[in-house]
Nanobody, 123 residues
Framework: VQLVESGGGLVQPGGSLRLSCAASGFTFSNYAMNWVRQAPGKNREAVSCIATSQGAPYYADSVRGRFTISRDIAENTVYLQMDRLKFEDTAVYYC?????????????????WGQGTQVTVSS
């Protein structure tokens, strides 16, 4: 099983980034896909989740209206489009998979994790 994140980097406040997570080694469509972030000295936060391509995704209050999650079943990839980034969005962002494909903010329940990608919002 592998989850490989990419797309992180340094961006100015108000800017955008698009994170990708390529999945392999499991049946992608049977899992809910999640983005979780952790900033230095803070608890990890479940940012967003998508259970199926048709279901309503979950967003944390801190990112709702600015972030958009999507998944491409054919490509076994989940994306996180992050717009209007703020200083407080700075964190390591992890992709995680959960079976059955139901969204929960309880990250302790996630089955597989990626290695993370750093997002830094700075002027």
């Amino acid at each position: 099983v592998q989850l490989v994140e990419s797309g992180g980097g340094l961006v100015q406040p108000g800017g955008s980034l698009r994170l990708s997570c390529a999945a392999s080694g499991f049946t992608f469509s049977n899992y809910a896909m999640n983005w979780v972030r952790q900033a230095p000295g803070k608890n990890r936060e479940a940012v967003s989740c998508i259970a199926t391509s048709q279901g309503a995704p979950y967003y944390a209050d801190s990112v709702r209206g600015r972030f958009t999650i999507s998944r491409d079943i054919a490509e076994n990839t989940v994306y996180l489009q992050m717009d209007r980034l703020k200083f407080e969005d700075t964190a390591v962002y992890y992709c995680a998979a959960l079976k059955p494909p139901l969204c929960t903010a309880n990250a302790a329940m996630y089955d597989f994790w990626g290695q993370g990608t750093q997002v830094t919002v700075s002027s």
